[in-house]
């Protein structure tokens, strides 16, 4: 329950709505859903004396195999708002991913603008030879926005384009706080372009991938190309090693920058999940900004005492077994 108070006269009553509901394998909630009674507008009955708001909506439901996830959530307030959505749809073998997003910014140094944004995907047995069987196909577009590439490599299939083209993605529980993690994804610039394109595929039925193609222009030009491979042998099922490598290359003339990253994520491990695999690969060049004219090749990481701002993070090449909450067995190594 709020209150608006103007001079000393109290303006509207408000209500404010925060939580979900579970009915028949349907769940729902809401975010700030708002009912305002405006004194100053008329009477009690008088329809322009009410007016609703809703900061957030998000939706799931699993009936008969059929499993539908989707919302959307508002952010910011007048003047400048912003709107982000999301539709995830499985049946059987067959799902759909769309993420938008629209924004209005009305004051800020950048000066009025709006902002869109949408990249969807289409998953399934399309078709193809063994060696490269087409398992997915998406793209999407941006206007006066950015693509902000993933920090952590270790949840490399979180990433919003990789995970629209994953035949297995299935959406976090929390969709509001995803929406938001969407919208980071692809934050609201003036003068920023981008258009994207991207296939999932399997080979032998033994690897999975995914490949993604980004270019972005406007104040420079970027060509990123994000990538993921998973295999698990003998079979997904009864699996005994598990690998899964993102991979992450860019090209930026803004940042100056050549940027090649791959590592090995969460899903990798050996006989057991507790047997992680852990690991990654670098090689970075600049060629403006502060760092330009140094340059970094690294497997596994650097020296624990090699401080360096700028620079990737790289895991060690390893293995990590926590047989218990007491003993640990695990191996390292890194080359710099």
Same mark, same amino acid.
């Given at each position: 329950?709020?209150?608006?108070?103007?001079?000393?006269?109290?303006?509207?009553?408000?209500?404010?709505?925060?939580?979900?509901?579970?009915?028949?394998?349907?769940?729902?909630?809401?975010?700030?859903?708002?009912?305002?009674?405006?004194?100053?507008?008329?009477?009690?009955?008088?329809?322009?004396?009410?007016?609703?708001?809703?900061?957030?909506?998000?939706?799931?439901?699993?009936?008969?195999?059929?499993? %539908?996830? !989707?919302?959307?959530?508002? *952010? +910011?307030? &007048?003047? =400048? /708002?912003?709107?982000?959505?999301?539709?995830?749809?499985?049946?059987?073998?067959?799902?759909?991913?769309?993420?938008?997003?629209?924004?209005?910014?009305?004051?800020?140094?950048?000066?009025?603008?709006?902002?869109?944004?949408?990249?969807?995907?289409?998953?399934?047995?399309?078709?193809?030879?063994?060696?490269?069987? %087409?398992? !997915?196909?998406?793209?999407? *577009? +941006?206007? &006066?926005? =950015? /693509?902000?590439?993933?920090?952590?490599?270790?949840?490399?299939?979180?990433?919003?384009?990789?995970?629209?083209?994953?035949?297995?993605?299935?959406?976090?529980?929390?969709?509001?706080?995803?929406?938001?993690?969407?919208?980071?994804?692809?934050?609201?610039?003036?003068?920023?372009?981008?258009?994207?394109?991207?296939?999932?595929?399997?080979?032998?039925?033994?690897?999975?991938?995914?490949?993604? /193609?980004?270019?972005?222009?406007?104040?420079?030009?970027?060509?990123?190309?994000?990538?993921?491979?998973?295999?698990?042998?003998?079979?997904?099922?009864?699996?005994?090693?598990?690998?899964?490598?993102?991979?992450?290359?860019?090209?930026?003339?803004?940042?100056?920058?050549?940027?090649?990253?791959?590592?090995?994520?969460?899903?990798?491990?050996?006989?057991?999940?507790?047997?992680?695999?852990?690991?990654?690969?670098?090689?970075?060049?600049?060629?403006?900004?502060?760092?330009?004219?140094?340059?970094?090749?690294?497997?596994?990481?650097?020296?624990?005492?090699?401080?360096?701002?700028?620079?990737?993070?790289?895991?060690?090449?390893?293995?990590?077994?926590?047989?218990?909450?007491?003993?640990?067995?695990?191996?390292?190594?890194?080359?710099?």
């Amino acid at each position: 329950l709020g209150t608006q108070v103007s001079n000393d006269t109290l303006q509207s009553i408000s209500l404010l709505f925060d939580g979900g509901v579970s009915i028949a394998g349907l769940q729902a909630a809401v975010d700030d859903l708002e009912l305002r009674y405006n004194l100053d507008q008329g009477g009690i009955f008088d329809p322009a004396s009410w007016s609703v708001d809703l900061a957030g909506l998000a939706v799931s439901a699993d009936l008969s195999g059929v499993t %539908l996830a !989707g919302g959307l959530r508002k *952010f +910011g307030e &007048n003047p =400048d /708002v912003e709107y982000v959505g999301m539709l995830v749809a499985r049946f059987a073998v067959y799902g759909l991913s769309i993420f938008g997003g629209y924004a209005s910014i009305q004051s800020g140094p950048q000066g009025p603008f709006t902002a869109f944004f949408a990249f969807g995907a289409v998953t399934g047995p399309i078709g193809g030879p063994p060696a490269f069987f %087409l398992t !997915g196909i998406g793209g999407g *577009f +941006g206007i &006066n926005r =950015d /693509v902000v590439p993933p920090t952590d490599m270790s949840k490399f299939d979180d990433f919003v384009m990789i995970a629209a083209l994953d035949p297995s993605f299935d959406p976090p529980g929390d969709l509001m706080a995803y929406m938001e993690e969407v919208r980071n994804t692809f934050p609201a610039l003036k003068d920023r372009f981008w258009f994207a394109a991207g296939i999932s595929f399997n080979s032998f039925a033994l690897v999975d991938g995914i490949a993604v /193609v980004c270019i972005e222009f406007g104040q420079g030009f970027e060509l990123s190309i994000f990538g993921l491979a998973r295999m698990a042998l003998p079979r997904p099922e009864v699996a005994l090693v598990s690998i899964e490598l993102g991979l992450m290359a860019r090209f930026s003339t803004e940042e100056g920058v050549i940027w090649i990253q791959a590592q090995l994520t969460d899903n990798s491990w050996l006989l057991h999940k507790s047997a992680r695999l852990t690991g990654g690969f670098a090689f970075v060049s600049w060629f403006k900004g502060p760092l330009a004219g140094q340059f970094v090749l690294t497997l596994g990481g650097f020296h624990p005492s090699f401080k360096r701002d700028g620079y990737p993070v790289v895991p060690r090449l390893g293995f990590n077994w926590s047989v218990s909450s007491n003993i640990v067995i695990k191996a390292e190594s890194y080359f710099a």
